[in-house]
Each structure stands twice: as structure tokens, then as C-alpha cells.
């Protein structure tokens, strides 16, 4: 701190800072991620993939024009590994826009669509999505996530659509320890039931999501459940972790990891999405251990494995990658 000339009863406070590190890598199963963010240092990123099973990019800038804008798009497909089966080449696209209404609460609506070399337009995975999304900070070892969000398919009916919420919450008592929660619930508002399976809620860890906010793309019941014993037209769940950072752990000098090993629980009711069954709420559960495998900047890449049993006793094997909620 420096006396200003004008007023030297008071302080001026200088900051020096220097610029971090811009360039984003990461990947996924048989294919790798290079981006950048703050490009012409705006609030923005350009990402691209290339690999087996996916290629193409996403952009997005939560700054528009100096004003507290969002638009993003990106554009993706799953050649060349389609290439070699029967079932054609899928394409893949979105397209986001929306408004900051301060700084913690932001509102958006995603378009997304999907196409097929031998389908043409796949009609369940066209979706407009609304959704309000919100975030605080408590403290720095506490802060909360909050998402509603709508799922309409205007190519399949424009009667039909279904919604879910979710708030997760994290707290770290201890440097190396963290508790996780998860609340969500979803359900279908509409009574045709010829559009039962386009609109329902899928609780495994292979769904196809639209979020990846508050933990909704990660809310699933990770035990032995077959798919269809998972899909409801409505449900409610809470899923709980307990993680602990056991060993860090640096590559090369450069890219930094984190092993934290964790304990869950996923409780769920859900309704199944077939007219003659809808009247029955279903008990499904999980509780088991797993690992994390976390690498932060500048590679951004995250690796979940996870093995959960129900009360059947029936277990199941999960890897998926992405943080936990």
C-alpha cells in the first residue's frame, strides 16, 4: 500500500497479476480434448475433440458484447468409429442462449439436436431446453448448486414434455475431507401414452444428459439394476458421498493429480413410465465404495470408478468420467 498525493491520510492498494494458464486439455474414452480460454482475454473458451468416437468443437462466451450475455454452440460426430458399423454416422449439435441475472443466478435455454446418416433427424433427441440455474459460495469449504430445468421434443408432440430440479450441496470440514449431497426429482406432464418412453427419466449412469450444472448429469443409482428397471416417468432421489483426498500427486512436473477414494449412497422412488404401472412407486437403491482419479489445470480431466449393491444384493461395476456432484 502506497499514500496517494491527493490524500495521504488515505491508501491505495496496488494488486499485481499475471496471467494463468489459458490452454484446456482433457479427453475422454478413445479421443482427446485442446482449448483455450479468455481468448482476446474475454470471458469465453473454444474447445475441440478429435479421436475414434468423437470430433468436432463447442464454443462459449458468457460475456457477449461487454454485456452479461451467454451464447454458445458446438457441433460434434461420432465418425470415423460409425464408419464401420451399420448403423450410420451420428451428428450432434446445440446451441445456448441466455442472461446472467447477477452474478450468481443465470437463465438459458439449450437447443439440441441430432442426425443420422441413415435416420435423418433422430426425433427424441431434438430438445428444447429451458432451465434457471444458481450458485452460492457460503464460504469457501461450503457452497450449494441449484437447477431447474423443462425437456421439450417438439418433433415428437407439442403436447408432451417433463421436467426435473436438483440442489447439491459441498462441504469440506477438514482440508482433505468433503461431503457431498444430492437432491433431485423429475416427472412427465402429460397423459398420452403413446409418448411414455420419449419422456422418461433414465437413473443409470449411461444417460444421455442435457445439464452439467448442479450434479442433475450425475444423479443416477449406481448398483445392479437393469436399464429398464430404471426408467420412470417420475422420480425423487438423494445421493450422498463421502470423499477423502488420499494422495496427491504430480506428472512430468506439470500435470497435477488427486486420488480420493469415496463411500455412496443413491436412494431413489420413482414411477414407471408405462400408463398401467405409473399408480406404483418402485424403491431402488445403492450403496458401495470407489476411486477418484482427478487431474486439474491444466488437463481437466476427471475418472469416477465405482462398484454399488441393493438391497437384492445385486451389484454393478460404474466408470464414468466428470465431476462428482
Known sequence: MVPPRKNPDKRTVIISVTKGFLPRIGGGPIYAMYGRVALGGKRNQL????????????????????????????????????????????FNGSLTAGSF???????????????????????????????????HFFR??????????????PAITSSDFSGEAGSSVNYSPVQNLNFGALVCGGTRFGTDS????????DLTMEHTSVSSKSGLSKRAVRSGYEEEELAFSSYFMTSLEARWTAYDFIIAGTFPGTIRPFVFTDLAFGKKASMESQKNWNFVDAYGAGLQINFDCPVFAYFNFAYGFNHEGKGKFCFYTGLSF
Open 47 to 90: 474447445i475441440g475433440a478429435a479421436g475414434w468416437n468423437l470430433l468436432g468443437a463447442v464454443y462459449t462466451d458468457e460475456n457477449f458484447c461487454g454485456l452479461p450475455l451467454i451464447i454458445g454452440a458446438s457441433a460434434y460426430t461420432d465418425a470415423p468409429a460409425s464408419l464401420l458399423g451399420n448403423d450410420g454416422v451420428g
Open 101 to 135: 441475472l447477477n452474478p450468481d443466478w443465470r437463465i438459458c435455454v439449450d437447443l439440441l439436436g441430432s442426425l443420422n446418416s441413415r435416420q435423418g433427424i433422430v426425433k427424441d433427441k431434438f430438445i428444447v431446453s429451458p432451465y434457471l440455474y444458481h450458485q
Open 140 to 153: 469457501t469449504n461450503l457452497f450449494t448448486e441449484t437447477e431447474g430445468r423443462l425437456y421439450y421434443k
Open 194 to 201: 403413446a409418448y411414455d418412453q420419449n419422456f422418461v427419466h
